[in-house]
């Protein structure tokens, strides 16, 4: 655990280098092992494994320069929220899309979060709307923090649950989220 909470990444730019290795705890925790108790085979090969590949993160390099000089005067910045869920966990990522005057684009990551399902069996379709609600967070919070102007948030998910569920105009049922594109 302690390994685990030594990687530094507020950000969530390595997310997908560490969740394999916290389903890795969640997995001993589920069978109830303690502290002391031997860790089975096949949990023990899937961390040394994880354990050898975690030096490789030193080579990771991400520029954070979200406006190369290549582009000329911004004429649009729309920010791309990308979610989605599996069995083991879900997650979204923002990505800072911006246009310039001679119709140039540049994509920059900007920031990611993912989750483990919950010890608790948890519905797909419920994943994939916990993954939604995550990519909408992402959006209020990245556009608290950059201090330029954000034209659109622009919404993506595969997931047919998710979109069925925004369009749902039943009276009795509460909207879990408020969309600003209108492409999701």
Not at 68 to 74: D, F
């Given at each position: 655990m302690s390994?685990?909470?030594?990687v530094y990444d507020?950000?969530?730019f390595v997310s997908p280098c560490i969740l394999p290795a916290k389903a890795i705890l969640q997995d001993l925790c589920r069978k109830g092992l303690g502290w002391d108790d031997e860790i089975p085979k096949c949990s023990e090969q899937k961390w040394k494994t994880w354990l050898e590949d975690l030096p490789k993160?030193?080579?990771f390099k991400l520029s954070r320069c979200f406006k190369?000089?290549?582009?000329?005067?911004?004429q649009r910045r729309e920010l791309h929220h990308f979610s989605d869920a599996s069995s083991q966990g879900y997650g979204a990522v923002t990505y800072l899309r911006q246009v310039d005057a001679d119709d140039n684009a540049h994509c920059s990551l900007v920031?990611?979060?993912?989750?483990l399902s919950p010890l608790k069996t948890?519905?797909?379709?419920?994943?994939?709307?916990?993954?939604?609600?995550?990519?909408?967070?992402?959006?209020?919070?990245?556009?608290?923090?950059?201090?330029m102007q954000i034209d659109t948030?622009?919404?993506?998910?595969d997931s047919t649950w998710v979109l069925c569920y925004i369009e749902n105009k039943n009276k009795g049922s509460k909207p879990l989220l408020l969309i600003v594109s209108p492409l999701f």
């Open positions: 390994i685990i909470s030594s507020p950000l969530g993160l030193e080579q190369p000089l290549e582009l000329s005067a911004i920031m990611a979060k993912s989750r948890v519905t797909i379709p419920r994943m994939e709307l916990s993954a939604a609600v995550l990519a909408t967070r992402l959006d209020r919070m990245v556009k608290q923090e950059l201090t948030s622009i919404f993506w998910t």
